[in-house]
């Protein structure tokens, strides 16, 4: 069985500074992770993935994430928090066979002006 | 390239009442997957299929949940009878080979 722990449910940050949203995980075989972004009322969508190859891996809107197997970790960062960062954002995993993509319970992100 | 279609967007019943949800994934994709989504949770997988046949459904609410997709395209997800603890969002997603899933907007149910 597979699982994700986002910690920190809510995480507040100022306009400009660094974000950091933590994501660890467990998985049996190697995983496939995942960080989406959900707008209120929305539906989720991708912002990166990692599958193989180079554990730092860059996605949309400026944000990257880094695969550590020794931390069993993906957290995700942004250096400069924008307003229109502010959504909900989700870790996910699913095994190399394709199967079962679990969720994290989310983060609320709020960026303060 | 057309994205996940869900209907109906919104959907308020009473208890004990059925409802019947939509999904039409995009074109091509083996892998469709229904999550239920508790306001302020992550989403909870349903239950996952590869093209017309069941991968997983062990946390489906088998007693009062059932889904299908026919022919291995559109896929339909019926509550009967509700609880009041079904309200969340349902949303759709689906994926082709390379994993990475797509999801539709979700359809908001209520139950009241």
């Known amino acids: 069985a597979q699982s994700v722990t986002q910690l920190g449910s809510h995480v507040s940050v100022s306009e400009g500074a660094l974000v950091l949203l933590r994501c660890n995980y467990s998985s049996s075989v190697p995983p496939y992770l995942f960080w989406y972004v959900q707008y209120p009322n929305q539906g989720l969508q991708l912002l990166l993935k990692y599958t193989t190859g180079a554990t730092l891996v860059k996605g949309i809107n400026g944000f990257e994430a880094e695969f550590k197997k020794s931390e069993t970790s993906f957290h995700l960062t942004k250096p400069s928090a924008h307003m229109s960062d502010a959504a909900e954002y989700f870790c996910a995993v699913i095994n190399n066979a394709g199967n079962m993509l679990t969720f994290g319970g989310g983060t609320r992100l709020m960026v303060k002006p | 390239e057309a994205g996940v279609a869900q209907s109906p967007r919104y959907k308020i019943i009473e208890k004990r009442q059925s409802v019947a949800f939509w999904c039409n994934p995009i074109s091509g994709h083996a892998t469709l997957y229904w999550y239920q989504q508790i306001l302020g949770q992550g989403p909870k997988l349903l239950i996952q299929?590869?093209?017309?046949?069941?991968?997983?459904d062990s946390q489906l609410p088998k007693d009062r949940f059932s889904a299908e997709r026919l022919k291995g395209v559109d896929s339909t997800l019926k509550i009967q009878p509700a609880k009041l603890e079904d309200s969340a969002v349902y949303l759709c997603?689906?994926?082709?080979?390379?994993?990475?899933?797509?999801f539709g907007q979700g359809t908001r149910l209520t139950v009241v």
């Open positions: 299929f590869q093209n017309n046949g069941v991968v997983d």
């Open positions: 997603a689906s994926s082709s080979a390379v994993v990475e899933a797509f």
